[in-house]
């Protein structure tokens, strides 16, 4: 074999271990990119008894005091540049307003001291007991500002047993949530109707509007039938709301609520390689996203930051259902996601519109990710500061109309 054929052998095994590798090179760039493995747990130390000889050397005597104070001050948010706009949608149905977004803390008063001696005892006054102060008559979950109400007086005291037994099991009238609560005879505050309780007065209503829209005629007919039957089995006297009145208070409701019903979503798209369904969650987990109960949806809970039990949470991430799905999660390639915040499910005081940019900001810089509207477009980056206020505008005209956004009233209206 000449020289010039064995030149020619060499650089073919050059150029096609070249191709190869730029193959290789091409797919590994273009393949989803993977969940990191999880670094394995450390395991704790043994725990080391004392010594029971070195303990017998300390004096009898010795005593010590340690206190410490810890603060922490979660504040700002991170420079957004570069990201942009938000979609504004409007629902129906809702009346939800920003009541209490400011938090106010009411002072703690602090005290400590040391034990006192028998002497401190006998020489100190003793402090009366205070007698509990009465219960206001408080409502329950009905408000008059969102429900039609139902009054229902009963000829005496009445086993909550007994009421159960007969009220609608159902608890919808149309699409409108329907509920019945009591006034308990002992507390006199209002509540649902349990057993082991007694009752004179009840209450029925049926929810003047949510995203679905107003109530109408044909569903209030429904509830006053529902509460006719009822009222019958106990031969309880029945007051019930004028139809027309309610009908007209459910469509101004509906229109307002139209108007305020503020939902924000932002998509992020991958710039290169895809992203695959685990490394969507656990760069979502590493924010304190959790997974729900449906594929390929994950909650940021406002429990983690002072929200109240059973609120709505704070941010709701989602990508392809489909692919949550799927067998092989790390093959398996998700081109978008999609960050939502229901405005009137959270209160302003959480800041929630401060969170879902910082939110953006670091899965965009961790994940090598582009900010687009919900519709993959790009967006400007000066489309942020506007819209934050327009929430602000948002939020002050709902606690204008004494319906706080996170509130149980918005959380039952904007559903």
Not at 25 to 31: G, K, L, Q, S
């Amino acid at each position: 074999m000449s020289t010039l054929q064995i030149s020619l052998a060499v650089l073919g095994i050059i150029l096609l271990a070249a191709v190869l590798a730029y193959n290789t090179w091409t797919y590994r760039r273009a393949a989803p990119k993977r969940a990191k493995p999880q670094a394995a747990p450390v395991e704790a130390a043994p725990r080391q008894e004392p010594n029971l000889a070195e303990l017998a050397d300390f004096p009898a005597d010795f005593s010590g005091h340690a206190s410490a104070n810890a603060s922490a001050n979660f504040s700002g948010m991170a420079d957004l540049d570069g990201v942009g706009a938000v979609q504004l949608s409007a629902g129906a149905g809702d009346d939800s307003d920003a009541v209490g977004v400011f938090l106010a803390d009411d002072p703690v008063l602090q005290a400590s001291a040391s034990s006192p001696t028998s002497d401190t005892l006998a020489t100190q006054p003793q402090r009366p007991a205070e007698a509990p102060a009465p219960v206001a008559d408080k409502r329950g979950a009905l408000d008059a500002l969102i429900d039609a109400i139902a009054s229902l007086r009963l000829d005496r005291a009445t086993a909550g047993e007994i009421i159960l037994q007969v009220q609608p099991t159902t608890r919808r009238a149309g699409s409108k949530p329907f509920q019945v609560e009591g006034r308990n005879y002992v507390s006199g505050q209002w509540e649902p109707v349990r057993a082991g309780q007694r009752y004179v007065l009840l209450q029925a209503g049926v929810q003047l509007a949510n995203r679905l829209g107003p109530l109408n005629e044909i569903e209030f007919s429904e509830f006053v039938l529902k509460v006719q039957t009822f009222a019958d089995s106990l031969g309880a006297a029945l007051e019930l709301p004028d139809m027309l009145r309610e009908v007209a208070r459910a469509r101004e409701l509906d229109q307002f609520a139209s108007q305020h019903d503020a939902q924000l979503s932002f998509m992020l798209r991958p710039v290169r390689a895809a992203w695959s369904p685990g490394y969507i969650t656990q760069q979502a987990a590493a924010l304190g996203f959790a997974p729900t109960s449906m594929p390929g949806r994950m909650a940021l809970p406002a429990g983690t930051a002072g929200g109240a039990a059973g609120a709505a949470p704070l941010l709701v991430l989602s990508f392809d259902p489909q692919a949550a799905q799927a067998e092989d999660l790390d093959r398996t390639a998700v081109y978008d996601l999609l960050l939502s915040l229901d405005v009137p499910q959270v209160p302003q005081a959480l800041q929630p519109f401060t969170r879902l940019c910082e939110t953006l900001h670091t899965l965009a810089a961790h994940m090598d990710g582009a900010l687009c509207d919900p519709d993959g477009n790009p967006l400007p980056a000066a489309a942020l500061e506007p819209i934050g206020q327009q929430l602000a505008e948002v939020y002050a005209t709902l606690a204008a109309h004494e319906v706080a956004a996170g509130s149980m009233l918005a959380r039952r209206l904007f559903s």
